[in-house]
């Protein structure tokens, strides 16, 4: 993995972090369980993608299709599936 891919993905991890400390225990429920999706993700990202770009459009595109996976598969209340989408397009904002 290339420092730049790293360094995106830190950014996002970031992001998720800030509910630690600043979030309500629902935002808490809500990063943490698209932290554990976001681990499983980057852990099986292929290390051979070079280009940034590529790299991080595959990465947005495992997380969500993962996500709603488990969406559609009932994991989650209508709720909570509604709060984890609107989390994630937060952490995604400004992505190209």
């Known amino acids: 993995m290339t420092e730049a891919q790293e360094q995106y993905l830190d950014a996002k ?3 998720l972090d ?3 400390d600043q979030g309500s225990d629902h935002a ?3 990063s943490s369980y ?6 499983v993700v980057a852990a099986n990202m292929p290390h051979n993608i070079e280009n940034v770009d ?3 459009r595959d990465f947005n595109t495992r997380l969500h299709d993962t996500i ?3 969406i559609a598969d009932k994991e989650l209340s209508e709720d909570d599936a509604d709060a984890v989408l609107n989390m994630l397009a937060k952490m995604f904002e400004g992505d190209s």
């Open 54 to 56: 590529k790299f991080t």
């Open 13 to 15: 991890e970031c992001f």
């Open 18 to 20: 800030q509910f630690i």
């Open 34 to 39: 698209i932290h554990g999706h976001f681990s």
């Open 28 to 30: 808490l429920f809500v």
């Open 68 to 70: 709603e996976r488990a």
